[in-house]
């Protein structure tokens, strides 16, 4: 069923009697010729650009839990192609394109909101950083604009710019960022991919893979085993964890990310903020919650859930450049398990066993990652080879010397 | 989290800084053969467990210890706590080897 306005007027006049599930529960079959493990943002988007560009539709995700019941649905929604380095802002600005596209692609509603997001700066040498940054993005085909004091003081007249310890001296924009609904992006690549085909199992735990002389076969479930001839684990939070299976130690820590919302308060921040002196950043929802987060906890951790050291170093941050804040109650909080990999950055590869695949490492920027990750990964599974912007992302660049020191902090939480 | 400290009792977990796994005590050799494997293992791969996880946190806002911290990093429960130190020994790290 296609979705349209007309569609809504015809329903309504039906008494919204009509409406299907969007995606059915199938049975595993013995075998299939690709198999997704993780049926969160990044598994069904690889498999929704399977089906849709690569015409691979003897496809099936399978899921441990529920359809988007890991990061898709714990983030803080916030898209962005604000990176420098070229490993890393060519990829992240296809995946802001792909954003742009993807609600017509899809046809679903994912309420995809480009209303910027600043990056503040508080020192001149931070001002120089954001205009090199600027420029990198602008040469990557994105778009950024320097905001001075004035302009920024015009635009969001509400921060503390004479804070006494980090005044806020401008800020580096990029209009194109924005918010996205996050689950509503997990439910539209589910609908796409299923009805092109792809089988999607969700209570289907991977608890093993089959290897013959370093081939992988197929995969032991916890609804039996499963047959393929490729299989992509996109499992962030728990790669470790499946990939210790296989026999594989990764480049990965487990730690927990947590993210706020206030209550519903009328319009007052346009877009996305991000503190430069700290690690705060903050948004509105459509219903009115401020949503806000910062910096990870710290520990190893697989519980989704967090500890109050953090939510007072949040708290803090937000008070530091938005005062008027303070009085706004904290409704929710919520952790999410992150894959911290040991340079910030993401991996998008084969591994040592033929046919095993790995997608993960996206520490706290998996959200944003969303579609250019799935497009990337279908890519290197379709092709064979690794598609041109995530060509850096490597599982082995540790070993070869070639890590994406973006901002050099990856998993040690002391550094960040 | 309440990290029970060896010589001062119960101390917040806000008090501590955590530095990871700690196999990172077990320093590989640079002169044997195979360190530059040995270095990479050491530096990049973590076992990454969900269960029970021996790590060094450093008593930065205490006594600037180094403990030994084993927590389920399911659940956050603090299962056993040492002094980084004993363990080391314990492991013949520190006579010249």
């Known amino acids: 069923m296609k979705y349209s306005a007309w569609k809504i007027f015809t329903q309504g006049l039906a008494g919204n009697s009509g409406w299907k599930p969007v995606w059915r529960e199938p049975e595993p079959k013995p075998s299939y010729d690709i198999l997704v493990i993780g049926g969160g943002g990044h598994g069904l988007a690889t498999a929704y650009y399977l089906a849709k560009e690569h015409g691979l539709a003897n496809v099936a995700v399978l899921e441990k839990g529920w359809l988007g019941s890991g990061n898709i649905g714990r983030n803080t929604t916030i898209i962005r192609s604000n990176y420098l380095l070229p490993g890393n802002e060519p990829f992240y600005e296809l995946s802001l394109k792909l954003w742009e596209g993807l609600e017509q692609d899809f046809n679903f509603n994912a309420m995809v909101s480009q209303r910027g997001i600043i990056n503040l700066y508080h020192s001149d040498a931070q001002r120089d950083a954001a205009v090199r940054r600027g420029n990198a993005m602008i040469m990557a085909g994105a778009d950024a604009v320097l905001l001075d004091r004035d302009a920024l003081k015009r635009k969001c007249p509400y921060l503390d710019f004479d804070n006494g310890r980090f005044p806020i001296q401008g800020g580096l924009w990029q209009p194109r960022g924005g918010t996205v609904r996050h689950d509503a992006v997990a439910w539209g690549y589910a609908r796409g991919a299923d009805s092109r085909g792809v089988d999607i199992i969700q209570n289907c735990e991977v608890t093993g893979f089959k290897i013959e002389n370093g081939v992988v076969k197929g995969v032991e479930t916890t609804r039996g085993s499963i047959g393929a001839k490729k299989i992509a684990v996109c499992a962030a939070g728990s790669s470790s964890r499946v990939m210790a299976t296989a026999g594989l130690r990764l480049p990965i820590e487990s730690h927990v990310l947590q993210a706020f919302v206030s209550e519903g308060l009328k319009p007052i921040v346009p877009g996305v903020i991000t503190f430069g002196a700290g690690h705060f950043y903050i948004s509105q929802s459509d219903k009115g919650g401020l949503v806000f987060g910062g910096d990870i906890d710290g520990y190893n951790t697989y519980a989704q859930r967090g500890n109050l050291p953090v939510v007072e170093d949040v708290c803090e941050g937000g008070m530091a450049i938005m005062p008027m804040i303070g009085r706004a109650r904290l409704l929710r909080s919520w952790g999410g398990v992150m894959d911290m990999s040991m340079d910030g950055s993401p991996f998008i590869d084969r591994t040592s066993i033929e046919g095993l695949y790995f997608n993960g490492g996206w520490c706290y920027g998996g959200f944003k990652a969303t579609p250019a990750s799935g497009w990337c990964t279908a890519h290197l599974l379709a092709t064979g080879n690794p598609h041109p912007t995530a060509t850096a992302y490597r599982l082995d660049r540790f070993r070869t010397g070639h890590p994406i020191d973006e901002k050099g902090a990856g998993a040690q939480a002391n550094l960040h | ?97």
């Open chain 2, 1 to 97: 989290m309440l990290i029970d400290h060896p010589l001062l009792g119960p101390r917040d977990a806000a008090e501590f800084t955590i530095i990871g796994d700690a196999a990172l005590i077990a320093r590989p050799d640079g002169l044997a053969d195979g360190a530059l494997d040995a270095f990479h293992d050491y530096l990049h791969l973590r076992d990454n467990p969900a269960g029970e996880h021996r790590e060094l946190w450093y008593h930065d806002h205490g006594d600037r210890s180094w403990l030994v911290v084993t927590r389920d990093t399911l659940t956050h429960a603090v299962i056993k706590v040492e002094l980084a130190r004993e363990v080391a020994l314990a492991m013949g790290r520190g006579e010249g080897k």
